[in-house]
């Protein structure tokens, strides 16, 4: 029906509005900026970026700034035991995605299958949040984004794990460390053991034009001396 096929203009006019109206309360995705983020929660306070616009009695648009959304769980890459984790600081992009059904009883246990019992459909408080949605690499200066807290990668009761850390470190907990292509010695053995490295150090040697080499020497204080080193030396006249 259409106002040129006879219809009210008034009853078409309240039809559009009406169903405009309800499309302002339809979320589906947005990108975000993280206000706080508690890492023992894994959930994050969100500031979403993009003004909606909506429209008021007269008829006129009315810009309006979207209210942030506290307690977003944040979601992180992981399966099969595994998971990629780290923290978000203030100001790192997401990107929010507001569910179909409420989300209220999956919070609670994400792994059982749920009556919502709530009737809200992509609603505003059913919002989860994916990190990364960052287009560039870079800030608008061109300078690089430098991280603030460390990313782990590992399994997810925390018992083995890489975790890089800002100030350039890295810590790795594991029972055994393979280092290299072939991730093994020339009798197969570990490159590296993460725990009893030194142990693996002492007992390593290198095989020379005179035969293997000895172990590892003992560090010692100061530079090494003469007395501390035996050579041979051959003459031609």
Known sequence: MSESDGGSPTLISAIRKAIEARMFD?????PGKVVSFDAASRTASVQPILIRILIDEDGE?????????????VIMPSGGGWEISFELEPGDLVWLVFSERALDRWKANPSQEHDPVWDRKFDLSDAVAF????????????TPVQPTAPIRIGRLDGSQFIE???DGSAVIEAQSVLIGTGAAGDDGSPIA???????????HTHPTAFGPSGPAAASMNGPPTDAGISSTTSRTN
């Open 61 to 73: 648009e009315e810009p309006q700034r979207m209210p942030q959304l506290p307690g977003v769980p």
């Open 131 to 142: 990190p990364g949605a960052r287009p560039f690499t870079t800030r608008k200066d061109g």
């Open 193 to 203: 053991k993460a725990v009893p490295l030194t142990e693996w150090l002492a007992g």
């Open 164 to 166: 890089l850390r800002p």
């Open 26 to 30: 339809i979320h589906t995705a947005l």
